[in-house]
Every structure is written in C-alpha cells, then in structure tokens.
C-alpha cells in the first residue's frame, strides 16, 4: 500500500503508469493462488484493490504457472502432479482448469493483468511419461495451456497477460551462439501482450561500471528476441530496478536515468518497472516524466529500429525511434575503446522542419539534418558528425534530430557513470603463473591511471560465470574474482564496482588504480584470479585511461 502511494505521487509529476503488478509472493501457501498470505494481507486484497481502481489502475497478481514455488498442491492439482511433486502437467489432470477457473475468480474481484512465471512445459504425470514421449509431453502442455488463455482473451478481451521465465529465449548468457537453443515460439503472441527478456543482470561485456553491463545484458537480449523475430513492441525487457534488495544487487537509484532511457528506447509497449519507487525524489519525478512525455509520440508510431552491432558482441549499437517531427537515437559503445558508429536515416522526418504555407515538410537529405547529443554519461564528451557519432569506452549517450534537438528536450548528464576522456591498450602479456591465476607486469603509465580487465573461458570456449550465490547467504563476488597488484612488494589499491553478492552469477572482473596510488617508473605486478572450481582459462588485458 506504500508503494502504491509512491505510484499515486510520481503520477502527480506527470509520470505515466497504467497498472500496479503483485509480484510473488502474495499468496497463502495452503490456498491455491485464491487466499492470500495472511500475516500480511490479514483481510485480504481488497482495499488493495479498490485503491488501485480508484486511482485509474490496472491491478495485477503474478503466477507461478505449473511450479510449486512457495505454494503447496491444491486437492484438485494432485492428479497433475509430476513424479517428485514439484510441478503439474498442463494436459492431464485437474490443475488447469482449477487454474483457469482461479483466473475467473480474480477477474471478477476486479483484476486486470496476470503475469505467469516460471512456466515448465516438460512437466508430465508419471503416466504420461510412460505413454508420451518429451516431445509430445511439451507439444501437448503447450497446446493446452495456449487454447486456456485464447478461450480466456475472448470472454475477457480487456486483461493483460504478460509471460516472463518459460516462454522460450536462452536467458543466462551474452556470449556464446544464436539462434537460441530454447526457441521462442511465436504463436505465444496470439495470447500474450508482451514477453520478458529476463531480470536484469550483469552481461559477459565486462565494465567499470557494473550497472553499464547490466544496460548490456538488457539490450542484447532484446536484440536477441528481435532477431527470433518478436516484434520490438512486446518485447519487456524489466530492465528498470529501484531499491534496496539483494535480487537488484543493492542498486537503489545508481545509474537509473541510463537504464530508464534505455528502456523507453527499445520500443516495446510494456515496460515493466520493479522496485521501491521512494527512492526517487520529486526532481526524479520531473525527469521521468519529461522523458515519457518525449518518448510517447516515439512509441505511440511503433517506428523504433535498432542498428549496428550486437551487444554481446562487443560492438556500438543502438536504437532509433522516429516520427514526423524528427528522430532520437540512444546508443551505446560496450568496448574498450574510442569508437565510431554510423546513425541511419530511419525516414526522412530525421532531418530539420522547414515551414511552408502553415505545413511542416520534411527536408530531403540526411546530411542535412541537425543533430544534437541531447544525453551522455560524465566524462567523455560525445562528437557528433552529421550522422556519425563518437562514443567513449563503455559510453552511452543520445542524439536528438529535427524538433527533438531543441534545448527544450536536453537531459542532462548521468554523472553516476565516469567515462574516461582517452583510453590505451597497453602492450603487455598476462602468463598463468598456476590454475585459476594469471599475472602481468607493467611499467606505470605516465600519465592517467591503469584500468585492468579480466575474464574466465571453459576448455570448450564458452564463458564461464561463477555462481557463489545471492544474498543473504552467498559470497561476494570479489572474493571469487579477484584483482590485486603490488608495486615494490606493496599492494596498491584498487577500484572495483562488482564486489556485490549477485544471485546471477559473473564471469569477469574490472577495476582501476589511480595515478596518485603508484609511482613512476617501477614495475606494477597484477594478478587476477578465479576461484571457480571448474578449470578455467583467465584472459587478461591491460589499459592506460584519462578522466
């Protein structure tokens, strides 16, 4: 009921929210999704309820689908239930439709959107695991359940169905091969509005900035998903996490504005918002407003592209969105260097308005066209060149053409990410000294401080992230990850933003020592180590960098 206030007060700014999703998990453990948990709902969700719909909301309730996650079977689920009693089939048994008959249930107290999560189309009754093959068992479940919400749509053609984990899309990783091994079934979009791209994490692009990786992560998957060929405007990408708990690693308001400017780009048309939104003051309010407003006409036309590289990959990429008053473009450059990416005429509305006779009329050549950096991280100033634009190591930044490079549509700076104004490779070898370490050593550079960047690699070539576990219980990722350096056979110090416990795992390390912490012309001795208890290989690299 707090944060619903907070929902209610950033709306008074001028922020734009249609619903308010209950996440897991509000219900009784013994109540089969109709009760929910009474030690904290002791009367239950309606004055939740009401308070949403009087407030223009959509209230919504999330799903464990067919796994038992923190809910026990209902008498009506045991004959679906698998042979360890962890999950129901779709096909056989009373569980879907005692599922379905729930949904009407809280249709009828008011509800409007439902989330499914953690959906297991292989689950199967241990008589169906003798009759029907894996394939039959997940082509069975899958029809099942599809024509149950198809049948629902119709008798409700007002709800919203979102579908995160289980849908399909290969969600761990951004390095390794496409297209994914799970694949994404299209005809989910006959039921579904949207299709998550996974919680945000961490990607295997390392970077000073743990949040910028964390941008990466959601930006490749959505490419990703594009290329599987869902459409950019249901692709959720939930990459937008205020507060202060361990599933968003602590993050409270760290570099919010670049992952919410980054979330509004990609075009999809449900965004979906985690978090305690008290974090943000009413200035935030301001600005999240201001950028809704700029971006609805944007995504309103449904003329968002992407371009350039993929993320995963390493490579400057980007996303453009356009109508007919101009064009803004958000771009990122992931590597560890300074680095050219082209911007593509979307339409001709890119280029400057001109009047005639009362009418706008778009000018004719892209070239033409005034841009301007309208958003960057601190640090390195982007150069813009007609349509080609520079971007630091690790930047992000966007270009505002036509209307939209008005000063009345600047964003500011993300001082909360530093990019450095030069950067370096410097010529120097890491040698493993013993498994799971590797060492280098470096003459200091003149001038700047030296960034060190490490990853870990399976025998087999893929990457390989550690997993030591999430809070409250795991181990921080700078003891499994470790840098260290010493100059004179003294340890020097060294700054590292992805020290966190994180649920999701890592598989680098970044961190850079200040030019005022070594001296001149001794040798700098680094060292990277893993504990991953699996062989690994460790790559190494080294860099010279100016603020």
């Not at 096909?91 to 599922?99: C, T």
């Not at 190591?393 to 549509?409: K, S």
Request: one cysteine or more; hydrophobic letters at 40%; charged letters at 25%.
């Amino acid at each position: 009921m707090r944060e619903l206030d907070q929902v209610v007060r950033l709306r008074r700014f001028g922020v734009h929210f249609d619903g308010y999703m209950m996440d897991a998990f509000w219900f009784d453990p013994d109540g089969a999704y109709r009760t929910w948990r009474k030690p904290n709902w002791p009367d239950g969700p309606d004055r939740w309820i009401a308070a949403c719909r009087a407030n223009g909301l959509r209230p919504g309730m999330w799903f464990g689908s067919n796994a038992l996650v923190k809910i026990n079977p209902a008498p009506a689920w045991r004959d679906s239930l698998n042979a360890k009693g962890s999950e129901m089939s779709f096909s056989e048994g009373g569980f879907l439709p005692d599922l379905m008959k729930t949904l009407d249930y809280w249709y009828g107290r008011g509800i409007r959107m439902f989330e499914f999560d953690f959906a297991d189309f292989t689950a199967a009754t241990p008589q169906q695991e003798k009759s029907e093959s894996p394939e039959e068992i997940v082509r069975r479940n899958e029809t099942a359940f599809r024509s149950a919400l198809q049948d629902f749509r119709r008798r409700h053609p007002d709800i919203v169905l979102v579908a995160f984990n289980g849908f399909g899309g290969d969600l761990e990783y951004t390095a390794g091969h496409f297209p994914f091994k799970n694949a994404i079934d299209l005809r989910w979009l006959s039921v579904f509005d949207s299709l998550y791209a996974g919680d945000p994490r961490p990607s295997d692009v390392p970077e000073t900035s743990f949040w910028r990786s964390m941008d990466i992560y959601s930006d490749h998957m959505v490419r990703r998903y594009e290329q599987s060929f869902v459409p950019l405007e249901r692709i959720d990408p939930t990459s937008v996490m205020f507060g202060n708990t361990g599933t968003i690693y602590y993050r409270k308001t760290h570099a919010w504005k670049g992952e919410l400017l980054l979330m509004v780009s990609r075009g999809g048309w449900v965004n979906t918002i985690h978090g305690n939104l008290e974090f943000l003051t009413d200035d935030d309010a301001r600005w999240f407003a201001r950028l809704q407003s700029m971006f609805a006409p944007l995504k309103a036309m449904g003329r968002t592209k992407t371009f350039g590289g993929i993320p995963g990959d390493v490579q400057p990429y980007g996303f453009g969105s356009v109508t007919s008053g101009g064009a803004i473009y958000t771009v990122v450059n992931p590597a560890q260097a300074v680095n050219d990416l082209d911007l593509p005429l979307l339409s001709r509305a890119q280029a400057p308005l001109a009047r005639s006779g009362g009418e706008d009329t778009a000018a004719t050549a892209a070239t033409g066209a005034t841009g301007r950096v309208i958003f960057r991280d601190a640090g390195f100033v982007p150069v813009l060149r007609g349509n080609r634009i520079t971007l630091g190591p690790g930047q992000m930044a966007a270009i505002g053409f036509g209307r939209y490079a008005a000063p009345e549509f600047d964003l500011g700076v993300q001082e909360d990410v530093r990019i450095p104004r030069s950067i370096r490779p410097l010529d120097v070898a890491f040698r493993p000294v013993q498994q799971g370490t590797i060492e280098a050593t470096v003459q200091p550079p003149a001038a700047g401080d030296l960034r060190i960047i490490f990853q870990q690699w399976y025998a087999d070539g893929t990457v390989a992230r550690s997993w030591p576990g999430g809070p409250p219980n795991g181990t921080s990722m700078g003891k499994v990850l470790r840098i260290s350096a010493e100059q004179g056979g003294k340890p020097l110090p060294i700054e590292i933003d992805y020290d966190r416990l994180i649920w999701s795992g890592l598989s680098w390390g970044a961190g850079e020592i200040r030019h005022a912490s070594f001296a001149p012309g001794e040798p700098i001795v680094i060292r990277c180590t893993s504990q991953e208890k699996i062989p690994v290989r460790l790559e190494g690299k080294l860099y010279a960098v100016r603020y």
